[in-house]
């Protein structure tokens, strides 16, 4: 039963972040905001840490994720 829980689990989480790539892929409008919505907060030069996701300073990326 654990294997095939974490099949599941492991498939739809592929699945999900497939579709978040395809989606900034296809939308290169939304890609450029996110990237300008980073840039613009966190600076070019740090990278993204799950306290900038979890207290709503990145709203247009949150949102997305969402």
């Known amino acids: 039963m654990f294997y095939l829980t974490a099949a599941a689990i492991e498939t739809t989480l592929c699945g999900s972040i497939e579709w978040g790539v395809v989606e900034l892929v296809n939308n290169p ?8 919505e980073l840039d613009t907060i966190l600076g070019k030069e740090n990278l ?5 996701t979890c207290n709503n300073k990145l709203p247009y990326l949150t949102a997305f994720v969402k």
């Open 29 to 36: 409008k939304i890609q450029k905001k996110i990237y300008a």
């Open 48 to 52: 993204i840490t799950e306290s900038d």
